[in-house]
């Protein structure tokens, strides 16, 4: 009896141990590949719940997911032969599982060391090709995009890797460099500053030549405007004047000498040395006179 239920005991274990090792999951950030004795058989497994065939198959699983890789620093030269020392990233998935397993056996190191290599050789070609000035301020977004193309289509056809992007972190100068390129750079800035303040002083003098130009104007025709109504209200006095006087000729030379009057004795300290007999003081003289 007892040794019944270990049989049982060991079928059931065999059986469960069975299921397990025929039934396999693919999680939706992984990609797969099934193989059959060593040789691809399902080159790119959709996730979910699969079988297999135990001692027969086997499944390799990857990172679906995007990979970072920091190369590390490595000196390159530039077309003057200036070295410098470049630190960059580059950011990658998976594309085609079957040449990513066939070029790699499904290795993330060995796939790193790969594209490592690649993209120093694309940055030496394209440094080489390039000014201190242009790398360090000019081109490296271009530099960065032919990189980019270039590595891009080498590792899709022969690592079936899709590279998503390659960015260079840092540029460092070695000190034999630094002062000569920051010497460039800084007589580059004062050039362009004083090319921006002589174009500045350049539209200031035209923004004040013509401002002078248009208050001349505007005064010249103020003055003249203004000479026009002064005219205008002399001649109109003149006038009023004139047909006061014919309406009454003793009357207006009796208000005008009152004016007279009051201006020449408006201060208690005025003194005016004048003949009693003389033409002023008719009307102090002689109010009735006609």
């Known amino acids: 009896m007892k040794s019944n239920s270990v049989i049982v005991l060991v079928v059931a274990l065999i059986a469960v141990w069975l299921v397990s090792e025929s039934v396999y999951i693919v999680k939706e950030t992984e990609r797969a590949v099934k193989l059959q004795f060593g040789e691809i058989v399902e080159p790119d497994i959709e996730p979910g719940l699969h079988y297999k065939i135990p001692f027969v198959n086997t499944v390799r699983k990857f990172e679906s997911r995007l990979i970072t890789m920091d190369s590390r620093p490595q ?41 490592s290599s690649r993209i120093e050789t694309n940055l030496r070609n394209q440094f080489g ?48 460099v630094s002062a000569s390129v920051y010497d460039r750079m800084r007589s580059e800035r004062l050039r362009l500053a004083r090319e921006l303040r002589a174009r500045g002083m350049e539209l200031a003098e035209g923004i004040r030549a013509d401002a002078d130009r248009q208050r001349t104007v505007i005064t010249a ?32 030379a009796f208000m005008r000498s009152l004016d007279a009057y009051r201006e020449s004795f408006n201060g208690s300290g005025d003194v005016m040395v004048l003949e009693p007999k003389s033409d ?11």
């Open 75 to 115: 000196a390159f030269l530039t077309l003057e032969a200036k070295r410098l020392i470049v630190d960059s990233f580059i950011k990658w998935r998976i594309s085609n599982v079957q040449k990513y397993y066939t070029a790699t056996s499904g290795d993330e190191d060995r796939a790193n060391s790969l594209l």
């Open 129 to 176: 090709e390039r000014t201190l000035n242009q790398v360090v301020s000019g081109e490296r977004e271009e530099l960065m995009d032919q990189v980019n193309q270039a590595l891009s289509l080498v590792a899709q056809d022969e690592l079936g890797i899709e590279i998503v992007d390659i960015r260079i972190k840092r540029i460092d100068l070695p000190t034999e």
């Open 280 to 290: 002023f003081f008719r009307y102090l003289q002689n109010p009735m006179v006609q």
């Open 221 to 252: 025709n103020a003055f003249s405007a203004a000479e026009i109504v002064r005219g205008e209200g002399d001649a109109e006095a003149a006038n009023i004047y004139a047909n006061a006087f014919t309406q009454d000729a003793e009357f207006y």
